[in-house]
């Protein structure tokens, strides 16, 4: 059994990653951090775990962790790492943006299965990406991959509420979302860097930009991403480059049918779907964004860096209504 | 032109107020105050009315207001008038809990219309009914009226989740709120008290319980209530009751058909259905909790006090999807 | 492996078995039947299995079944018992209401495993209790267990969308009902008759009313019921008796926290909440009503009529948000 | 008085339409027509009329009629126009698509006051604009005045669900749209050639293409609308020149915050906001669908066409939650 910690407990993330591991049939969960909810029942946090835990949070980390699971929000992963707090043979997976992007300074492997596979089994530390980031790039790597990224690239991408968290702000509060949409961080946001990053490993000298528009939707989970180019190729022949791509993918699936957010939710499934229009190329993809876009991708990491089969515990029931 | 002030303006009631008195013929909104947004322009804190208000938040009230709204929150409103802000001049409609149970240490009138609707044209202070209790109340008055109030008396109803004001706790979070049901204060809400008020002033002896499931429901606006207790009366002799109970009341309709939350939404309408089954006679009822259940049923005061006609400014057009 | 066929399988309750079945470790799908739907993929109709299956709707049963599942609806499974169709040899679990009511005419086993767990285990024919009548019953059970059923019983309970089936109303249409909340079938839905049956099954004098308000909530998956009645005992007594009547069922849990709808969704628990007031003791259950309410139990019965662990393939990941 | 009649009174756009003039103080509607609801109540086919109209539909129209709108959908207003049901007379306003796009064989004039407001003051028929095309062109519209289209023009835009009518289908059905967001028409919907018709009407060499992806979203009422194209005028610029343009039109508003679709929701208004990032001007907009989308703007082309103030009947309370 993989003897698993988690840092940040009570957040959306953990709570998802205990969901999960409850569910796994090669981890144990031996310990639980949130400093501020010391001493509570885990179950306390995560409402619907009644039943299926008796854990407690704590404050401290268990020496004999194979695993850590950090949950504790952007920013916070680089000073916890720096801190000693764990011991270098703990392996770790950091679900914040810290190490997303390459850098002298760590050895974080970006931690995209359908992308860099082979380095995720060997390594130590993963940098799990973002949820927006995992639905777009899965959307785009195929194109890189063959170096038909050559135009301009449009992407419209709508998510639910939790990926903004657990906290409290006016856009997450009930009166204001439900019912609603809006757009925010047009162009500038925070995932283009690890998108832009990926694209670059598979098409050096890809250079276009990126046009991004987040959109907040009315649901709870979930992320459906439209990502358009020009492009020469026709239908037939992206369709089999998508399917080559991910054959040996076991998350990823292209559908002929058009898409909706729910097919997925409660999965670690992604679903695209093609269609070429007047010389563009559109992409939509599908994720849950707290499965694959966050806590259930972070295990198919922990699965291969384990040498477990990729799919161990993922294998999830959809609740699709 | 009644001059009206606000206090307490940034919160839900006080946006309601200014939406509703921005379409008042005979009212000139004259100063919205609020600490908190001392400087702020209005449609800053209550963004739908770009382009309809150029007001902002003042921490002073203009002493030449006609009437006062107090938007404060429960609590409040008592400071508020105790300590002299307010010149006795100035006609007052409290929207908090403070004054609506009598006592010999206030004036305040219950602000029922369809109870008190004479003690309301010559109040100086009113006391602005609970939206749950508005919609009980109108539910079951007919009955107290000729003493048929013969037994406990059930309530379920549930509320949208403006009735919780616009503070953040977790049960108005999104990603808990939305696609979701819960059942609070059963037996214990605070409306209690102000419901068997209002039928005793009708039947004196009435001492039976009132057995009060409140519940949440995923939506915004609205109250649907569900009140039902044995009685000899057959169907027909209710209806007939409760026509002639309400044919001068513009703003309560009785329906033949089955109600939803949605029939009154936006408007300061209530409507009822009545069945009776097996000995019980059932009495739905639906209000806006935002309009009838507040800020409207305030503005109907307002016109009864200034001898106004009782539904100026309050022929709404119903949002209804 | 256990060979499973179903008939009626284009609709909810028959999607929601294949995605439990497909995380079954103990049987294999050998035929799905839907006249309407015959030759076309499984996962056309059921849009979210894409990827999982390959079956095909066909309109022929395969014969060496060992077990049926019968979602043709309400109405239609006596005609198909009758026809034949169906060997003697193969066992049948039926989800819809035809056989919940004991009868001379039929052998059919009211299958909640929480009451008649022997019965279920030697039963050649099981009928899936309904929805709301699983929650409502599993609130009461113990108390008619130990004959404290001496009062009339008052329920309020409100449902989601998905309980209404597939079928298109003006009720499931979206623009109605999200945001909204209505009550229907007051004191006469159809669920009362199996659940009085259940009571007087333990308390057989049991005679009181039950006093049934259902409500359609702004959701899709999901019922909370809540229940209450005048008791002589104490809070702590009636505990004790819920723990003690439900520590051998897997699947039902006792809470401290008050209830909400997302804590069982996407799985196949009851959690209930006991609160004495009053006099009162109120019992609120929360179900998911595809799983414990109809899909997951039906699975439950399977697992214990052929000797399976009666949570296998049922320890599902909640969805939660 | 303008004797008002509608065909098609049963749909959605006859709904708000009757919601809309029930509140307008110029006009009287005589004749509602529908052959599906012959003899019903107008208010049981629009419930949330009850206590408001006395109407019944009828299978006749008035021939005293001033004024005539079309709702009976798409397609159908030609057949009825052709069909002389109607004097040449009555002035008509047609909400279906059958007349926006200019043709000599009829005279239309296509009723977006934003663009044509002279040509509608004299106008004798109308044709109302599209939902979607309504708040992209008004998105658009000052850019082209000037000339300044001068690349492709990216738009995203989300929908509630009552632009797809009152018909059922399984994207409207509250199991599926509830919570959840999808693509549909990718590049091909049909509002597109109305749009471009209405740039070139100001821009005649305008030639780029508009790549549109259309989404559902999880609301009943509005729309939000984000266009960005290349540009090389500033952001300041582009304020000044939307101000200019909007500056007699009072509908429309320029906001400095971000926009969601509940601030213009149950109005007639249309918002508007502007952001320039990396050389791309973004223009995001919001409208309500079925008011200033539909019939809002009906009613405010027929107050141009009556010599009345384009506003009369159109300030309306938002309801914004």
Redesign the interface.
């Given at each position: 059994m993989i003897k698993v910690s988690i840092i940040g407990g009570a957040g959306?993330t953990a709570?998802e990653l205990l969901?999960?591991l409850?569910?796994h049939p090669e981890t144990e969960v031996i310990s639980v951090m949130s400093r501020s909810h010391k001493g509570k029942l885990v179950s306390?946090a995560?409402?619907?775990?009644?039943?299926e835990t008796e854990l407690v949070f704590s404050d401290k980390l268990k020496p004999d962790s194979d695993v850590i699971f950090l949950c504790s929000g952007h920013g916070k992963s680089k000073e916890i790492i720096e801190s000693e707090l764990i011991s270098s043979a703990i392996k770790v997976i950091d679900l914040s943006s810290d190490f997303r992007i390459k850098n002298s300074d760590h050895n974080f492997i970006y931690g995209l299965p359908e992308l860099n596979r082979e380095e995720i089994k060997s390594a130590h530390h993963i940098a799990n990406p973002g949820c927006f980031a995992t639905c777009i790039q899965l959307s785009l790597l195929p194109l890189a991959s063959v170096g038909l990224l050559n135009d301009d690239v449009?992407v419209?991408a709508?998510t639910?509420?939790?990926g903004a968290g657990?906290n409290?702000?006016s856009t997450?509060?009930?009166?204001?979302?439900?019912?609603?949409?809006?757009?925010?961080k047009?162009?500038?946001h925070q995932h283009l860097g690890e998108i832009k990053q990926s694209l670059n490993q598979l098409q050096n000298e890809f250079n276009n930009?990126i046009?991004f528009?987040p959109?907040?939707?009315?649901?709870?989970?979930?992320i459906?991403a439209?990502c358009?180019l020009k492009i020469e190729a026709s239908e037939a022949e992206i369709k089999k480059l998508y399917q080559g791509y991910y054959s040996s993918n076991p998350f990823v699936?292209l559908?002929e049918?058009?898409?909706?957010?729910?097919?997925?939710?409660?999965?670690n499934?992604a679903?695209l779907h093609l269609?070429k229009?007047?010389g563009?190329i559109?992409i939509?993809g599908v994720i849950d964004n707290?499965v694959k876009g966050a806590s259930g991708q972070a295990i198919q990491n922990m699965n291969l860096m384990f040498g477990l089969e990729e799919t161990t515990g993922l294998?999830?029931?959809?609740?699709?209504?």
């Open positions: 959306y709570g969901r999960l409850n569910h306390d995560h409402l619907d775990l009644e039943g449009h419209t709508i639910g509420s939790t657990q409290h702000s997450t509060h009930f009166s204001w979302r439900s019912n609603n949409a809006s757009v925010y047009a162009f500038t930009d046009h528009i959109m907040r939707g009315a649901f709870a989970r979930g459906l439209a358009y699936h559908s049918t058009e898409l909706d957010v729910k097919r997925v939710v409660n999965t499934k679903i269609k229009e007047g563009q559109l939509t707290l294998n999830l029931k959809s609740s699709v209504f």
